[in-house]
């Protein structure tokens, strides 16, 4: 039995002859060398030997386009000298008689069965490497360390965030693949702006084009879980020579708990995404920290707008195409690219490390230091190290002679501080992305609470008050207070009336 058909013989033939081309050649050549190596790549990926991130981008970018360009250039190949041939004035019959293939010679069939197995194999390993490949894009070191330089901001503060083990695909992209799609498309955009280097610094936020919270955050923080109220206690430290602390006590009313006894159920959460509220606002600001217009619609669809006196609004129909329904990263768009102001990362180390407050104006010297521009950020972690070390073996020569560990110790977690927080090529910083949590270092929830937002009609306010949002359990207290005693305690006692001099 033939393989083929004997009236197919004069096709391949021709095929065959048309194949003794450079272009062909070049084409099966590269295949089958970078198919090869798709082989060994492969194999040591799946040994778990490769998690260099360039290795990566070889083996699952480079290595599949080199195969794919020499399977197209196989048949241009083909196709320009079956051109060549015709013109030359060669017959058809004078192209196919080359060479005479027949079937029937067991020969030519294990070729032909060669061939077909090979397409097989190419295959497979085409489809195999395209799925590791997708797979290691979806990596955090992929994204975060293959354009080093641009995403170090973003990389580094991810680290050190509560979404550190959460990958950059989970938050940016989701699940389903209409949005995997657009993101290998913008992608190709990205990298192409990073070639020719136009890329902006900062890489701005807010990524106007992020895919809706409730496809990502919600995927695990799953909106009907109301939070209960959170206790947050935040140390802060003077700049004066004993580093003086204050202790400040928060409980935040992020949900779950009554506003006051016998009213309904309140808090953060639930006023600004849960219980059908729908809260729209439009900013007039490309970075959505100037709120001009906000609207808020309640289960029962009433509708109320607010707006300040001296706002300058567009038209109505360009706010209603322009407002934005208010999501989690309305308020938490630092979920884990926080970057602290110097004054609060200098702080949260002195709270973590108390031996360091012993150390005369550590805060001052450090935030100073931080605060510096330098022109490189390496030199940055460097010149904050230098600095606070000097610091002490110029101004206090005694302590830095006996106490030489810990200023080393200080210079280190102050450089760590620049390091985790400042990016000067990237020219990222607290000012340059700020946290819309809170309200004391950009207006955060102020953008709208700052009580000057009214109601166009009635008299209502967005609430400024300070125990809308938080109870201050503890105002400033120079001791870090015993939780224990500060939930569990009767309400303090009114302060006795002052004693008249
Ligand atoms: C917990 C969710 C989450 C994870 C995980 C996450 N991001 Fe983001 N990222 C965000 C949000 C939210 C914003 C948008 C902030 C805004 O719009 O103001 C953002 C913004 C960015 C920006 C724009 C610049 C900026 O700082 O706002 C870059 C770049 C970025 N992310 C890169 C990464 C990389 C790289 C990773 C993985 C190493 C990653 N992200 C992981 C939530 C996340
Ligand atoms: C893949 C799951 C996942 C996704 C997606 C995710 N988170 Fe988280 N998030 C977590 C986990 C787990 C924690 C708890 C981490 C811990 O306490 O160590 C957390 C913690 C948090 C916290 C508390 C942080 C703190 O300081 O304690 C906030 C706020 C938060 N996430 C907001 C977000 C927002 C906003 C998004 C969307 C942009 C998001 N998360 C997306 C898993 C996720
Ligand atoms: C109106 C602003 C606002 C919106 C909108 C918002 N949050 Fe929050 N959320 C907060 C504040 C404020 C806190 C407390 C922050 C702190 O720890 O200081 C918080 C805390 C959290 C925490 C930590 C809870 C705990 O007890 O530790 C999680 C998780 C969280 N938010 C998730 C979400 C998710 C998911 C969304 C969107 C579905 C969302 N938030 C929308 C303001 C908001
Ligand atoms: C885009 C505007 C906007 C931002 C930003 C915003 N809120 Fe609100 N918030 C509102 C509106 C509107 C209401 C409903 C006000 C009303 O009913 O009068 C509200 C209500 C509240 C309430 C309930 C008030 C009550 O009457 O009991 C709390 C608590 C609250 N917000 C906390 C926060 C916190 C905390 C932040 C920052 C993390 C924040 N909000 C950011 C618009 C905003
Ligand atoms: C719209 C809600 C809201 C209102 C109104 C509000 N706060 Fe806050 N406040 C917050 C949130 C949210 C935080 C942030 C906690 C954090 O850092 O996660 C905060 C933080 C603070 C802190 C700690 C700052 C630090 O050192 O980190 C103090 C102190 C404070 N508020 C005092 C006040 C006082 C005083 C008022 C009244 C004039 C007030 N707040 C009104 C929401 C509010």
Known sequence: MPLLPKSLSPNIARLANYARNPLTVLGFGLTTLSGLTLIVFLALEVAGQVDN???????????????????????LGILRRRRALMRSGQS??????????DFNDPHLRRVALGIAALTVINVVVLATSSVVGLNFMDTAKFCGTVCHKVMRPEYTAYQNSPHSRVKCVQCHIGPGASWAVKSKFDGLRQVWKVMT???????PSPVHTLRPARDTC???????????????????FAEDDKNSASFTALLLRTGGGAVGAGQPHGGIH???IYADNRIRYLATDQRRQEIAWVELTTPDGKRTEFTREDAKLPAADDIQKAARVMDCIDCHNRPTHLFETPAKAVDSVLQRQAELRDLPFFKREAVEAVSAVYATHDQGVAG?????????????????????????????EAAGVYDRTVFSEMNTNSKTHPNNIG?????????????????????????NDCDTCHAILLDGSPKEPDLGQLVMAPPPAPAPAEAKP
Not at 439 to 463: E, F, L, W
């Open 53 to 75: 991130p360039y290795t990566g981008v070889f083996g699952s970018a480079f290595l599949p386009v080199v195969f794919v360009g020499g399977l197209l250039l196989m048949p």
């Open 92 to 101: 058809a019959e004078a192209i196919a008689t080359y060479p005479n293939l």
């Open 197 to 203: 280097g136009t890329y902006s610094h900062p890489i």
């Open 218 to 236: 919600e995927s695990c923080h799953w909106p009907a879980k109301h939070y209960g109220d959170k206790l947050r206690v935040i140390g802060r």
């Open 270 to 272: 639930w006023w600004h």
């Open 384 to 412: 904050v190290r230098l600095s606070v070390a000097d610091f002490y073996r110029k101004t206090y020569p005694d302590l830095a002679a006996r106490d030489g560990k810990l200023i080393a110790r200080a210079a280190d």
């Open 439 to 463: 309200h004391d270092d950009s207006p955060g929830c102020y953008r709208c609470h700052d009580g000057n937002m009214k109601a166009t009609k009635g008299d209502q306010v967005i609430p």
